[in-house]
C-alpha cells in the first residue's frame, strides 16, 4: 500500500438491496420463503402452475397412475388422498390440495432415483414434512388442527433390517467386478483403481457404523462409492477415461458425493433435529428443537449448530467449553453458503449472522489445522547486501535469472515499511486442506479464481476460497507471533501449469515454469508467501517440484558433505543451475502447502511441467499498515458495527454484477485493506492500544 495519497474509492454499491430491508436470517415473520409450486385459476379451464407450466385439471388427476411409484411414498400419497377425501374442505381447495400432493410426490420421487436413494420409511417421513409444510405454512389451505388429523391417519412401514457391512461388501464386490471389465487401462492403473475401491468401501463401512452416514439401504451405498470412486479415479486423478468408465459401470454418476458426514444433504425440520440430538446428546431437547425451528429460517443445519454454539457460550461465558469439531465446522460452512444463497435470491441484506457464523468457521479451521502435522525448517533471515547506487547499477541481479542466485547477501529482514518477525522459516503441511475442501466438482471455479471477476462464481467457491486464504493468514500469525491485525493478503489467486506453454510470469496465467526469484524482491510489499496445491505430481502432472535453492554448506557449517553429487548426466545448463547450489524440492500433492518468510533466504523456483496440468493457490501477505487516509477517502469506510461487516461480504466478495475494469480494481483493492476487518470480529479490529 503505497503511503502517498491515494485515488478516492467511490465504488458505486450496485446489486446490493437496502440495509433497512429484513436479514435473510432475520425474525421469522420477516422471513420469506422460496416460492413453491401452486395451483391457482387460469384461462380457458386451465389450471395454471406458478412458475409457467400448465397442466388440465383432467392431467394432473392422472399423474399419478403414470409415476409408476411404489414402496412407501405411494402408500403415503394414497393414504393423504384418502384423508382428504374426507375431510371437511372445499371442493375447490381439495382439488388444489391433490395437485400439490402430486406434484411434491413425484418431485421428491425424481430427486431420490436422481440420488440413487431408496424410496423407504425415511422418504416417507420427509414427504410428509414437506407436505404439511406447503398445506399449512406455505399456503394455508389448510390449519393446523385439520393437518393433525390427516397425519395421525399415516402409517409408514418400518424399515427392512440393514446389516452395513454385509451391503458394503457386496457394493465392493460389484464395482470390482465392473473395475475388471474396464477396456484400455492398464494394469497398473487397474490396481490403483482397485486400491482406491478398497479405501472408499472401507471408509464408508466406517463412518455408516459410527452414524456420520445415515445410509439404510444398499442402494445408497452404491451411490456414495459410485460418486466417490468416480470423483477420485475419472474427474481427480485422471486414472479411468470416462469412456471407459461408462462401459464398464454402465452410468457416469450424476451427483456429486455428499459432504462429509452427509451433513450438507440434511435438510427438513426432523432431519436437522436428529442430527442435533446425535452431534449435542447432552444439550436439553427443547433447546435442540428451538434451534431447528430457527434453522428452517436460514441456513440449515449449520445455522442450528451455530445458535446451540452461542447460547452455550452466552450461558457459560465467552471460554464455554463448547468446540465445534470438522464435521460441525463443515456443517456451519455449508449453513453460511445456504443463507447467502437465499439472501441473493430474495435479494436481501445478509444477516448478522452470516459473519458471525464465518468467524466461528475460520477459527475452528485454525484450530484444526494446529492438530495437523507441519514441517518447519528454521532459518537465517536475508536481505541484499548493495544498497543505494550499488544497487540500482546491479539490475543484472533483477533480470537475469541465472543471476539471481549470485546476489550479494547479509544477514537480516528488510520487511520494506513493515514490521515482521525477525525469525525466518519454511514450513510444509502435508494436509493444509482436506479433498473435500478443495474438491474441483464441488468448487469448480477453485482451479481458475481471481478476486478481479466473481460475476460467475458460486458463492460457495467464493467464501471457500477465502475461506483458505484466511487460513493462511491466520497460520502465519501463529508461526511468526505476529498480530493478526498487521497481516494483509496483498494478492492470491489461482494458478495453472501446463506442459508446453511458454510463458514464465505469474499473475494467474499459464506456463510451463517459474524462475528462480524472491518474492520480496517481485513486490516490496511481499513478506509473507504462501502456495496451496490442488493437484498430485505422479497423477496430475509430471515435472513441476517447487524448489528452494539455497547457498550449499561450506566446511563447517552443517549438512556439509565431502561427497560431490555426480552430474554428467546432466545438461550442461542444469550443471550450471546446481553449481554451488543447495535444491530441496518439494513434490506438490492436493491438499497440502508451503507457507515461507518472502525474504532472500527462500529463493525459490518452479521446474519445468513435462506433462499434465499443474494447479495451485499462491498467495502473498503485507505487514505494511493502511493509511488511514485510505479508508477515510472510501464510499463506505472502516466497518463500525456487525452490520457493516455483513454489507461488506456482500458487496467485496459476494460480487455476482458485471463490472468495469475500474470497478473490479477498486472493490478488490478496498477487499485486501479491509479483510481483517470483515474476517474477525469487531473487538479483534483494533491494535490493543487503540481499543476502548
Not at 427392512?160 to 464386490?173: I, N, R
Not at 513493515?418 to 466438482?441: M, Q
Not at 557449517?557 to 546446481?578: A, C, F, I, W
Amino acid at each position: 500500500f503505497s503511503p502517498s495519497t491515494p485515488p478516492p474509492l467511490s465504488i458505486a454499491r450496485t446489486g446490493s438491496a437496502s440495509s433497512s430491508a429484513p436479514g435473510i436470517l432475520g425474525s421469522p415473520a420477516s422471513f420469506v420463503g422460496r416460492p413453491r409450486p401452486v395451483l391457482v385459476e387460469g384461462p380457458a379451464g386451465m389450471l395454471q402452475i406458478r412458475g409457467g407450466r400448465r397442466h388440465t385439471a383432467n392431467s394432473l388427476a392422472t399423474v399419478g397412475t403414470r409415476m409408476q411409484l411404489s414402496g412407501s411414498l405411494v402408500q403415503v400419497k394414497e393414504q393423504v388422498e384418502s384423508a382428504l377425501k374426507s375431510s371437511t374442505v372445499s371442493p375447490a381447495d381439495l382439488e388444489e390440495l391433490n395437485a400439490i400432493l402430486t406434484i411434491t410426490t413425484r418431485s421428491l420421487d425424481r430427486r431420490l432415483k436422481r440420488q440413487g436413494l431408496s424410496d423407504g420409511p425415511e422418504a416417507a417421513e420427509r414427504l410428509v414434512s414437506t407436505l404439511r409444510d406447503q398445506y399449512v405454512q406455505e399456503e394455508q389451505l389448510l390449519s393446523e388442527e385439520q393437518w393433525a388429523g390427516i397425519a395421525g391417519s399415516i402409517q409408514i412401514a418400518a424399515a427392512a433390517s440393514f446389516d452395513a457391512e454385509v451391503a458394503v461388501q457386496e457394493v465392493h464386490g460389484d464395482m470390482a467386478t465392473s473395475i475388471e471389465k474396464l477396456q484400455g487401462v492398464d494394469k497398473r492403473d487397474m490396481d490403483e483403481a482397485m486400491a482406491a475401491l478398497t479405501c472408499l468401501s472401507k471408509s464408508t463401512a466406517r463412518k455408516i457404523s459410527g452414524g456420520k452416514l445415515g445410509f439404510k439401504s444398499k442402494q445408497e451405498v452404491t451411490a456414495k462409492l459410485s460418486a466417490d470412486l468416480y470423483d477420485q479415479l475419472v474427474v481427480q486423478e485422471g486414472v479411468i477415461p470416462e469412456a471407459a468408465w461408462s462401459t464398464a459401470f454402465g452410468t457416469v454418476p450424476s451427483q456429486s458425493p455428499p459432504a462429509p458426514g452427509g451433513l450438507q444433504s440434511v435438510e427438513s425440520e426432523e432431519q436437522i433435529m436428529l442430527e442435533l440430538k446425535r452431534l449435542f446428546p447432552q444439550k436439553d431437547e427443547s433447546a435442540l428443537t428451538t434451534a431447528a425451528s430457527k434453522s428452517m429460517k436460514g441456513g440449515g443445519l449449520g445455522h442450528a449448530i451455530f445458535h446451540i454454539l452461542t447460547d452455550e457460550e452466552g450461558a457459560a461465558g465467552p471460554t464455554g467449553e463448547m468446540e465445534m469439531d470438522e464435521e460441525m465446522t463443515d456443517a456451519v460452512f455449508w449453513g453460511v453458503v445456504k443463507a447467502v444463497n437465499r439472501a441473493e435470491q430474495e435479494e436481501k441484506p445478509l444477516s448478522t449472522d452470516v459473519p458471525n457464523m464465518l468467524h466461528r468457521v475460520f477459527e475452528a479451521d485454525m484450530r484444526h489445522l494446529l492438530g495437523r502435522q507441519k514441517l518447519t525448517t528454521n532459518l537465517t533471515c536475508m536481505q541484499p547486501a548493495l544498497k543505494g547506487a550499488d544497487c540500482k547499477a546491479s539490475l543484472t541481479y533483477v533480470f537475469d535469472d541465472a543471476a539471481h542466485k549470485d546476489l550479494p547477501l547479509m544477514e537480516g529482514r528488510r520487511c520494506e515499511d513493515g514490521d515482521c518477525c525477525d525469525v525466518c522459516s519454511r514450513n510444509i503441511f502435508p494436509t493444509f486442506a482436506s479433498e473435500a475442501e478443495i474438491s474441483l466438482k464441488t468448487f469448480p471455479e477453485l482451479a481458475a479464481l481471481t478476486f478481479n471477476d466473481l460475476e460467475n462464481v458460486a458463492s460457495a467457491t467464493i467464501l471457500q476460497f477465502v475461506r483458505l486464504v484466511e487460513r493462511v493468514r491466520r497460520m502465519i500469525a501463529h508461526e511468526y507471533g505476529l498480530p493478526l491485525w498487521s497481516i494483509l493478503p496483498l494478492q492470491a489467486y489461482s494458478r495453472k501449469y501446463v506442459a508446453g506453454t511458454t510463458q514464465k510470469g505469474g499473475g494467474g496465467g499459464e506456463g510451463s515454469h517459474v524462475i528462480l526469484h524472491t518474492d520480496e524482491a517481485t513486490h516490496s510489499g511481499y513478506h509473507y508467501s504462501s502456495v496451496m496445491y490442488l493437484s498430485t505430481q505422479g497423477k496430475d502432472f509430471e515435472g513441476g517440484n517447487f524448489v528452494f535453492n539455497d547457498p550449499a554448506p561450506k566446511k563447517g557449517d552443517p549438512g556439509y558433505s565431502e561427497e560431490k553429487e555426480d552430474v554428467s548426466h546432466l545438461t550442461l545448463e542444469e550443471q550450471m543451475r546446481r553449481n554451488g547450489r543447495k535444491l530441496t524440492p518439494f513434490h506438490p500433492t492436493r491438499g497440502s502447502a508451503v507457507i515461507f518468510s518472502s525474504g532472500w533466504e527462500n529463493m525459490h523456483e518452479v521446474e519445468k511441467i513435462t506433462k499434465g496440468t499443474r494447479y495451485a493457490v499462491p498467495s502473498f501477505f503485507t505487514t505494511c499498515p493502511v493509511p488511514e487516509a485510505h479508508y477515510d477517502l472510501m464510499a463506505v469506510g472502516k466497518p463500525k458495527t456487525i452490520e457493516d461487516i455483513a454489507e461488506d461480504w456482500l458487496h467485496l466478495l459476494l460480487a455476482h454484477r458485471n463490472e468495469t475494469p475500474m470497478e473490479s480494481f477498486g472493490r478488490v483493492k478496498e477487499l485486501m485493506m479491509k479483510w481483517h476487518h470483515i474476517c474477525t470480529p469487531l473487538d479483534q479490529h483494533l491494535a490493543p492500544e487503540f481499543r476502548g
